[in-house]
């Protein structure tokens, strides 16, 4: 197990500064691309975050507004 830090991580906001998305270590374009080994693909831990993004949205997002008939 070990620890890393990035140059190009927004820790706050867990973002990666260099390709403007959430930061998910190995994902394409990263610079840890094709130099680690995780125990979870880079695409399988992007898809993870991608729906925790649209549960949130879905949490915050107002009610949708009814009409009369
Ligand atoms: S995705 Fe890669 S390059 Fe971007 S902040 Fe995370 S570790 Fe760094």
Redesign the pocket.
């Known amino acids: 197990m070990s620890t890393?830090t990035?140059?190009?991580?927004?820790v706050p906001k867990d973002?990666?500064?260099?390709?403007k998305?959430?930061?998910?270590?190995?994902?394409p374009?990263?610079?840890?691309?094709g130099k680690s080994v995780f125990l979870v693909s880079a695409e399988e831990r992007i898809r993870e975050k991608e729906q925790a993004r649209r549960e949130r949205e879905l949490a915050i997002a107002p009610p949708p507004v009814r009409r009369r008939p």
């Open positions: 890393f990035c140059a190009h991580h927004d973002w990666c500064l260099l390709l998305t959430d930061c998910v270590p190995g994902r374009g990263c610079v840890l691309r």
